[in-house]
């Protein structure tokens, strides 16, 4: 038997399997710790987002969480393959490998190089090989290989909260608002990369379809999902209906999720992207 363990910056909150288990990252507001999709929802999040002049703090998942993880798969006699967010990005991926240790000949600790929907289609893609029946070791080696073959793009409808984190400066900020300046990033080599910058959200929307195309175009024949941050999915929905060429004629309709706090905090709401594999 094999069990996946993700961490919840994969959001796959939505997704209620007996062999898949999701280890929560924590968020701080002030002086409040919440576990992310435990005793806060990502609608909780964006509320308290919105209403917060600093931003939130998260946190990695403690090498204890994945011990006991462990612990209790080795219990019930299964191997372990654990999916993380980017080691680039977040220490997560070595809290999995320090708990490991004890565990070496059952655990099998992949980094994705990826965060969010990025890093759920790659949980998404060990699920469906696991449910073909490979063994442990021949979907790590099937990962290793497929997970470059990832492509995660998104579009932001603000610069505000990449000020806050100290990303832009607030003279960036200010000049990309009154310019209605919408980035288009990506998640490259593990980390966060801006391939454009369009104004308005029309031209924003155009950058973010023009660069999907560029990947090469989306393989649909493997997992593949589309995110959402903030309280509403509107936004995604018009993206949507205006690239339908970019789907139509591969898939009925397009499924999208919630993205939780561990980019929301960077992005802020209002951002839109998709995850794929490349053809």
């Known amino acids: 038997m094999i069990r996946i363990i993700t ?25 409040q710790e919440f576990q992310d999709g435990v005793d806060m929802t990502h609608q909780m999040f964006y509320e308290r987002l919105i209403e917060s002049d600093e931003l939130p703090v998260t946190s990695q998942v403690a090498p204890f969480a994945f011990e006991e993880a462990y612990k209790a798969a080795k219990e019930k006699g299964e191997e372990v393959i654990a999916i993380t967010l980017s080691s680039k990005l977040s220490g997560t991926w070595q809290s999995a490998n320090i708990a490991a240790e004890s565990y070496e000949d059952m655990v099998h600790v992949v980094d994705s190089e990826n965060v969010s929907i990025g890093q759920r289609v790659l949980v998404e893609y060990a699920l469906r090989l696991k449910d073909g029946g490979m063994t442990a070791l021949e979907i790590v080696e099937k990962l290793e290989a497929e997970k470059k073959n990832i492509r995660l793009i998104a579009l932001l409808d603000t610069l505000e909260y990449l000020k806050k984190g100290g990303r832009i400066s607030r003279a960036a900020a200010v000049a990309g608002s009154l310019l209605s300046i919408k980035p288009v990033i990506a998640i490259q080599g593990g980390e966060v990369a801006i391939l454009g910058k369009a104004r308005g959200s029309r031209q924003g929307n155009n950058l973010l379809a023009e660069q999907i195309r560029l990947t090469g175009g989306i393989d649909f024949s493997r997992p593949y999902v589309l995110g959402y941050t903030g309280l509403s999915d509107m936004l995604l929905q018009k993206y949507i209906a205006d690239n339908e060429v970019l789907w139509k004629d591969h898939v009925e309709a397009l499924d999208a999720v919630s993205v939780g706090g561990t980019i929301g905090t960077h992005t802020g709401p209002g951002a839109i992207g998709a995850a794929f594999f490349s053809l």
Request: glycine letters at 8%; aromatic letters at 4%; a negative charge.
């Open 7 to 31: 961490d919840s910056a994969a959001d796959m909150g939505d997704i209620i399997r007996e062999d898949l288990t999701i280890l929560p990252i924590h968020i701080t507001f002030g002086d």
